[in-house]
Structure formats: C-alpha cells, structure tokens
T-cell receptor, first 115, second 113 residues
Framework: ETGVTQSPTHLIKTRGQQVTLRCSSQ?????VSWYQQALGQGPQFIFQ???????GRGNFPPRFSGLQFPNYSSELNVNALELDDSALYLC??????????????FGPGTRLTVL | QKEVEQNSGPLSVPEGAIASLNCTYS??????FFWYRQYSGKSPELIMS????GDKEDGRFTAQLNKASQYVSLLIRDSQPSDSATYLC?????????????FGPGTRLSVLP
C-alpha cells in the first residue's frame, strides 16, 4: 500500500464527453504527478502539481488540465474525449524537498475507456 | 532517440536463474534512477532507486548505474515465478519547468517454473 488512492477504478465515456479523475496523495506529500499509460507502453507524463500550482507539463494538449488542493487531493480533467484517450491514468505523489531523491509512489490507477 | 530505452522482451528465464534487465537514457544530466515492477492490470510499484555510480543491493535485487555510459540495470537473483511482470525503468530529469520522471516502455519478464 502506497497511501495513494484514486477514483473511480474504471470509467466508460463516449467521444466528446468530459471526465474528472481524482487522486488522494500520501499524507504529507506536496507534489502530485499524473501519467497516462496506454496498453503495452510505459507511463507518459501529463503534468505535475506542487503546492497547488502546475510545476511541469508533458506533451499533452490543453484539454488535459488539473488541480491540486490543500488537503493533498488532486484532479485530472479531460475535455472533448477522444478514442485515443483510452488508457490507464496514474497518479503519483512524492515529497519534494531539498536533497531528496523524490521517490514517487503510484495509486492503483483509473482505467478509462472512450467509446 | 527516445529518452529512456529498454528491450521490450519478453525475457524468459528459468526459476532460480538471474534475470538481467537493462536500460539506457539520453539526458546526461539525469541524476536519479528508479526501477518499478508492474503486474498486469496493476499500477507500478517502486522496487529500487539508485543515484550514485556502482551497485545497490536490496534482497534479491541489485541495481547498477554507470553514468558515463548512461546505463542502468536491474539484476534479480534466484528468480521466482512471482517475479513475472513488466519492469519499468524511470529517470528523474530536471528541466526549466519543474521536474518530471521519464519512463521507458518496460521489459516483460517471464520466470518459468
């Protein structure tokens, strides 16, 4: 158990819809990252939030957006869903601090299927 | 050139053998390296982290890092069928806009009883 939780576990949406995925970070962790993992591939970095502000972004379009809240929870929002958005969405948290190696711990993921 | 490369496998080893998993990375200033194990349908689980050149051992696992060659490996001794999974190599990079981890595509390991 990593202390990172995600909801929902599975989700089915249709093309063009919007979706919100949720994550609760490990207590005390001030940094959360979101990843998209397509079948048979490694996780792809979407973005990272540190102290409630976006602190890094991968090669994903603006329709992927996020929020981080003071209670260590966060959200990933995806607008105008496309078929290629079908994937496992992973949330990972870590404690960002000086001279730390920032090991990330993943939640169980949300499996999103877009029809 | 991809930032983090791994052989996709599958790598098959008999039970009790040593499994050797390899990873190369392109960003020379990368400083932290991680191995994750991912069972089918599950999320990645951190099993090893390494930051300095040389070897780091934890139980049956040994991570090896060679920054000059931009190479990191994972050895699994006395492989067990329960080690059958996909192993992901991850590199922590620092760029001008925050930090992020870059993952390789993973190597699928199959340990045969």
């Amino acid at each position: 158990e990593t202390g990172v939780t995600q909801s929902p576990t599975h989700l089915i949406k249709t093309r063009g819809q919007q979706v919100t995925l949720r994550c609760s970070s490990q207590s005390g962790h001030n940094t959360v990252s979101w990843y998209q993992q397509a079948l048979g591939q490694g996780p792809q970095f979407i973005f990272q939030y540190y102290r409630e502000e976006e602190n890094g972004r991968g090669n994903f379009p603006p329709r992927f957006s996020g929020l981080q809240f003071p209670n260590y929870s966060s959200e990933l929002n995806v607008n105008a869903l496309e078929l290629d958005d079908s994937a496992l969405y992973l949330c990972a948290s870590n404690l960002k601090r000086e001279r730390s190696y920032n090991e990330q711990f993943f939640g169980p993921g949300t499996r999103l299927t877009v029809l | 050139q991809k930032e983090v490369e791994q052989n996709s496998g599958p790598l098959s080893v008999p039970e009790g053998a040593i499994a050797s998993l390899n990873c190369t990375y392109s960003d020379r200033v990368s400083q932290s390296f991680f191995w994750y194990r991912q069972y089918s349908g599950k999320s990645p689980e951190l099993i090893m982290s390494i930051y300095s050149n040389g070897d780091k051992e934890d139980g049956r696992f040994t991570a090896q890092l060679n920054k000059a060659s931009q190479y990191v490996s994972l050895l699994i001794r006395d492989s067990q069928p329960s080690d059958s999974a996909t192993y992901l190599c991850a590199v922590k990079k620092r760029d001008n806009y925050g930090q992020n981890f870059v993952f390789g595509p993973g190597t699928r390991l199959s340990v045969l009883p």
